[in-house]
């Protein structure tokens, strides 16, 4: 590590460069656990010199009064340079994460997208005006709050970073961001991106630090006006608890345990397709993996032979191979903890139909891989049914009716996605209406749309992003009234 220099992080500015006894984040490759990059680590002081420069940038700068059309042009900008940088930052993105080459393409695209999005939220957006009930006219504005702190996860890094950073901006905030401590790199290649398309400084600040410091100091923090957070329940519970003693507002996208609903008259080969993407894609590290699979016994036993014959036949390679279908897993403490699930499995009582251990291929022997995997013989209340793995582990129940499946697919303190297959769409509807969860997809599963809202249910979370809400979540409103009286006001 000596011989490699630790990327600085911009304050403002000016660039917090690595100093003699700092600490430093290492990003491992976790395909072959070489180093990724170093990265000067922010220390809790940095915070109060970040969200002091950021609190001057939003008072003095002209961002958050200049018309919508040109703060929409430089929101543009940022989304035409990431779409020019686009394979170096996949690759950056591919070293730092694990994911397949084509998936990182698509975060690098999907981030474009939100700065594009956003722009044309920005520009087309209009005030509301509502009705009259004395002589006055009245309107709602929407208006920033100051300084908002954006902590994002690991699993899609530069994609997360501008699902808050875009709608952020757009409705006149300055952005500390704090990436996730193993994918420190994409949040500051960002930063740059948008310094270059003329970004005012001060109004995008990147943080590479632990959550137990650096994350806990920004929510803290009295100069951050609200915290927008994706990650895991627990810390979001943490957050929200002291949000709430500051009386700030939050935006939590937090973790699932999505299921994912087969009916008998459901096209077979596209459900067993759909879901092995659902739960295997991202090597199941996805917030919304359809990682409980309740299929109707009438058909369980002959769908679980192709799911599983199909699942056997998964390519789990280097991110970089074209054939690969599976990359690795983030960490080996995250591989560990994968395999610790299957495990517990196995100790209820469950069978592991595929997979259930790290692959045998010498190539995948220095990086931290786990074969997709498939557990039947366990009812809704066993852990791995109840608690969020986060890894390519799919356990999978049979059900009887439309009552019962509904009854076991809420039976789950998340409710964050769900999917179904049937060619039925009145029962679709009555399904649909009845699961407790914040997306649901019907013969199809995954599907994101940067103008359709996304957040959760219950323990998955609380406010949306994406769409017109992504831009709400992101602003107060503040409500103005003019006297239209002709004669002076009296009691």
């Not at 700030?248 to 077979?268: C, Q, R, T, Y």
């Not at 049914?385 to 009716?401: K, S, Y």
Request: aromatic share 8%; charged share 20%.
């Amino acid at each position: 590590m000596d011989a490699i220099t630790p990327k600085p992080f911009r304050l403002g500015d000016s660039w917090r460069r690595h100093q003699d006894g700092d600490a430093v984040i290492t990003s491992i490759n976790p395909a072959d656990g070489s180093i990724a990059g170093v990265v000067t680590r922010a220390l809790p002081q940095d915070v109060d010199t970040a969200v002091a420069i950021a609190q001057h940038a939003f008072q003095q700068q002209p961002w958050r009064k200049l018309r919508p059309d040109q703060r929409a042009a430089t929101l543009y900008e940022i989304g035409r340079r990431l779409l020019a940088e686009r394979e170096a930052l996949a690759r950056l993105q591919m070293q730092d994460s694990g994911k397949p080459w084509k998936e990182c393409l698509n975060m690098v695209d999907s981030a474009a997208g939100h700065f594009r999005y956003y722009a044309a939220v920005c520009e087309t957006w209009q005030n509301e005006m509502t009705s009259p009930r004395g002589e006055y006219f009245s309107m709602a504005l929407a208006e920033p709050f100051g300084v908002v702190a954006a902590i994002t996860p690991w699993n899609s890094p530069i994609m997360n970073e501008a699902q808050k950073a875009a709608p952020a901006l757009a409705a006149g905030n300055a952005v500390l961001i704090k990436p996730s401590e193993e994918t420190p790199q994409l949040a500051l290649e960002l930063a740059r991106i948008c310094a270059e398309a003329g970004l005012p400084e001060g109004l995008l600040i990147v943080l590479p630090g632990h959550g137990e410091d650096v994350g806990a100091a920004l929510v803290k923090h009295p100069g951050v006006r609200m915290v927008s957070f994706t990650g895991g329940t627990e810390t979001g519970r943490a957050i929200g608890g002291i949000a709430g003693q500051r009386l700030i507002p939050v935006g939590l996208e937090l973790g699932g345990k999505s299921p994912h609903i087969v009916f008998d008259d459901a096209d077979l080969d596209r459900a067993v397709a759909g879901v092995i993407s659902g739960i295997f894609g991202s090597a199941g590290q996805s917030c919304v993996a359809g990682s409980r699979l309740f299929v109707q016994k009438s058909i369980y036993k002959r769908f679980m032979e192709t799911l599983v014959e199909r699942t056997r036949q998964l390519r789990v390679g280097l991110p970089d191979d074209p054939a690969t279908q599976m990359g690795p897993l983030v960490s080996r403490a995250h591989r560990d903890k994968v395999a610790g699930y299957v495990d517990i499995g196995r100790s209820e009582g469950g069978r592991v139909l595929v997979g259930g251990a790290a692959p045998s291929q010498p190539d995948l022997a220095r990086g931290w891989f786990y074969l997709p995997t498939v557990i039947d013989g366990l009812g809704n209340q066993a852990r791995v049914c109840q608690e969020e793995i986060f890894g390519p582990v799919l356990v999978a129940l049979p059900f009887d009716d439309e009552d019962d499946v509904i009854s076991q697919a809420n039976d789950t303190a998340f409710g964050l996605a769900a999917g179904m297959w049937t060619g039925d769409y009145a029962r679709a509807w009555r399904v649909a209406r009845e699961i407790e969860a914040g997306s649901i997809w019907i013969n199809t599963y995954k599907q994101s749309h940067i103008a359709t809202p996304f957040g959760g249910f219950k323990a998955s979370g609380i406010g949306r992003e994406k769409g017109l809400h992504g831009l709400r979540l992101y602003s107060q409103v503040k409500s103005l009234y003019w006297g239209m009286h002709d004669k002076p006001m009296g009691l």
